[in-house]
């Protein structure tokens, strides 16, 4: 594998289900992202960890949990979605240096669908 | 707040021509930016990366400029080809994040 991997491609789940998404990147980053992308809507970032602790939570709903357990890996962990969570769930990385994130590498993606 | 703005919306031109595609942005202190392709339904791909101290750069077909002190960067795509149409992202960078712009869906016409 290489680059930043996700899985799974595509969810479905119900609002009173609990899932988890995943993401592994492949690049020696130490620095981890998740966005999500709405339709008709710029990309927006949910979570930034860097060598494993969270330094950017931009006041996302608490039925979205992340979990950074290494630098190389980075889950999103949802309960108790809305229909209006539905939404591509990207994760990405980059390299921390001098203070600040560089160029980022962005996985494929999770196709998140709430009913 | 970093506000991004990309003109056109949305863009269709004829095979082999050469197109510029806009971003503006509100706070000229950055430390980079960059530009992303995405495919329908697919994740992002990094086109170039421009650092603050830099007036552009190049990939291929592609060039890229970064005008900070007005707040605006350019893409410049060459020759286009039908293999171009997808949506192209801005993404202004501060220390800490990325602020991204609504992108330009092109289509490039056989």
């Known amino acids: 594998e290489t680059g930043v991997t996700q899985t799974p491609r595509h969810l479905v789940m119900g609002m009173t289900n609990k899932k988890s998404l995943k993401c592994e990147q492949h690049?020696?980053?130490?620095?981890m992202y998740w966005y999500k992308q709405s339709a008709k809507k710029p990309l927006e970032l949910m979570f930034v960890?860097?060598?494993?602790?969270?330094?950017e939570n931009n006041s996302v709903p608490s039925r979205f949990s992340p979990e950074c357990p290494n630098s190389s890996h980075l889950f999103l962990h949802l309960h108790t979605l809305q229909p209006e969570d539905s939404a591509l769930y990207l994760c990405?990385?980059?390299?921390?240096?001098?203070?600040?994130?560089?160029?980022?590498?962005f996985g494929p993606g999770t196709r998140l669908t709430v009913l | 707040k970093q506000e991004v703005t990309q003109i056109p919306a949305a863009l269709s031109v004829p095979e082999g021509e050469n197109l510029v595609l806009n971003c503006s942005f509100t706070?000229?202190?950055?430390?980079?930016l960059q530009w992303f392709r995405q495919d329908p339904g697919k994740g992002l791909t990094s086109l170039l990366l421009i650092q603050s101290s830099q007036r552009e750069q190049t990939s291929g077909r592609l060039n890229a400029s970064l005008d900070k002190s007005s707040g605006r960067s350019t893409l410049y795509i060459a020759a286009s080809q039908p293999g171009d149409s997808a949506t192209y992202l801005c993404?202004?960078?501060?220390?800490?994040?990325?602020?991204f712009g609504s992108g330009t869906q092109l289509t490039v016409l056989p």
């Open positions: 960890y860097n060598f494993k602790e969270q330094t």
């Open positions: 690049l020696g980053h130490n620095a």
């Open positions: 990405a990385s980059s390299q921390l240096l001098a203070g600040a994130y560089n160029e980022q590498f």
């Open positions: 993404a202004v960078g501060s220390a800490r994040q990325l602020t």
């Open positions: 706070d000229s202190a950055i430390y980079n």
